[in-house]
Structures are given as structure tokens and as C-alpha cells.
């Protein structure tokens, strides 16, 4: 049976590490940090098996060296084609299938925040969809726009978007009181977002990751895949220059807002 289990690191970040309870075989997730990642293998008593990276943003990628080497050098290194991550072995792009444990995954191309970003989307043996998806969806928000257009990182939450909604969404990091604080700022009257804004104060007051999130959970409360909802666009037209008149507009705008929240 595969488990998945979220190794803390730096102030925010989650490097996540999928592991086979009878091989004690593992995968780990965009391990910007090496310390925290041989430790958990090492207290779990785990073999390396590969690692998988969404993009080259360094706190995603800077424990790659000093894993390997502690490791295996021959361990392969799934990721985007970008030359700047010297480490990589296996590209792989938008469309493409790889198998690692006894998962497949499917590569979604997901720039924007990065123009090199991907997501890894599979199941689980029990058939229970899920999605490594970086810095691109968060639970609550999204990425930041560093590279891309506000029109591609719309375009790429939209592909998300549409995963069904028991999909687990396991981003990068834990801001999701931040996110859910300015989701109300956006949508003060959606109930569903005040349930999921106590719920998950609660988690963290426990020391409890409020992630793996869902996609159901997100179209509920992330305005940033409501762009298309009465209350969101009409927040976005109060903060904006111009008439939000398109659901990449409303994005826009948020995006925007956000970004100096």
C-alpha cells in the first residue's frame, strides 16, 4: 500500500514523500532541502526509488546533489526541460506518462508561475486520484506569476480545475490561512469558505498540515478557479481599473490584488 507523507522544510515548504509500506521503496517530491528528506528516509527506513521535480525554482530543487549523493547517483530525476537543473535525467513534458513505485502518473504542462512548471496527476492503488502540483494551485490560492501571463497561469489552473473533485491536491507549501484570509476578503459571504477557514485554523493550531487539499474543495473556496462566479468577478470589477468583461480579467485582478495583500 503506498503512503504519502509531507516532510516540512525551510519556514513553509512541504516536500512530499510517497513511499510502498511492503517494498519500503520511496519517492520524494520537489526536495529543495536535503537534511529533512535523508532523515525521514533514514527514520522510515526507506530506499530511494526517484525523484520527481515540477520546476527550478531552488527551494524545489537545492537538495538534489546532496540526496544523490548520500543515496544513489544512479537514482533517476523526473522533471521539466530546463538546462538550469543540471540534475534532471528524465525530461518530461506536457502529455507525457512515467511509472515510478507502483503509480503512473500523467504530465500536465502548467506554466505561469514558471514557464518550465508541470504537475504530476495519477492515482493511488485504491484508485483515488492525485495531483502533485508545486507552486502552480495552492490550497486556497495559487502561485505567484514570476514568468508566465496572468492569461497561461488562468489557462493552467483551468486544466486543474477540471481533475474530479476527490482529486488530493498536494502543493508545495503551507499558506493557506494567508490564501483562505484573502479568499474572504474576496467572497466574504460564501459559507463554504468560512467552514473551511475554521476548519483548517483548527489544523494548524494542532500543528496539522492543512494540506492534501481537494479540487472539490478548491472550485468551493479558491477564488482564483471562481473567476466565473456573480460575487468573485463583482470583487474583481470593485479593485479594478478597468471592467472585468472575461474569467482571465477577473484573474488579472485578483492576481493582482493578491500580490500586495
Known sequence: MTKI????????????????????????????????????LDKLDLT????????????HTGGVD???????????????DNSNVKQITNTVRDGDKISVLTLSFSIIG????????????G????????????????????GRVFEGTHDMMHSSL?????????????CAHEYTLANLGFANAVEPQNDDLQLRVNRDKEKRSNGIPTVPSTIEAELLTN???????????????????????????????????????
Open 5 to 40: 507523507v509531507a516532510i516540512p522544510a525551510f519556514t513553509d515548504n512541504y516536500i512530499w514523500c510517497v513511499y510502498d509500506e511492503d517494498t519500503k521503496r520511496a519517492v520524494v517530491v520537489d526536495p529543495g532541502d536535503a537534511e529533512p528528506v535523508l532523515k525521514a
Open 48 to 59: 530511494l526509488d526517484a525523484i520527481l521535480i515540477t520546476h527550478h525554482h531552488f527551494d
Open 66 to 80: 546532496a540526496i544523490l549523493a548520500k543515496t544513489s547517483l544512479d537514482t533517476p530525476v523526473y522533471g521539466p
Open 110 to 121: 502548467v506554466p505561469g508561475h514558471t514557464l518550465d512548471h508541470i504537475a504530476y496527476y
Open 123 to 142: 492515482s493511488n492503488e485504491m484508485g483515488r486520484p492525485l495531483l502533485f502540483c508545486g507552486d502552480t494551485l495552492f490550497a486556497g490560492g495559487c
Open 158 to 170: 483551468s486544466k486543474l480545475a477540471v481533475l474530479p473533485g476527490e482529486t488530493q491536491v498536494y
Open 223 to 261: 477564488p482564483f478557479l471562481r473567476c466565473e462566479e456573480s460575487h468573485v468577478i463583482a470583487a474583481a470589477n470593485r479593485i479594478s481599473e478597468s471592467s472585468c468583461n472575461n474569467s482571465v480579467a477577473v484573474f488579472s485582478a485578483l492576481r493582482g490584488w493578491k500580490d500586495t495583500f
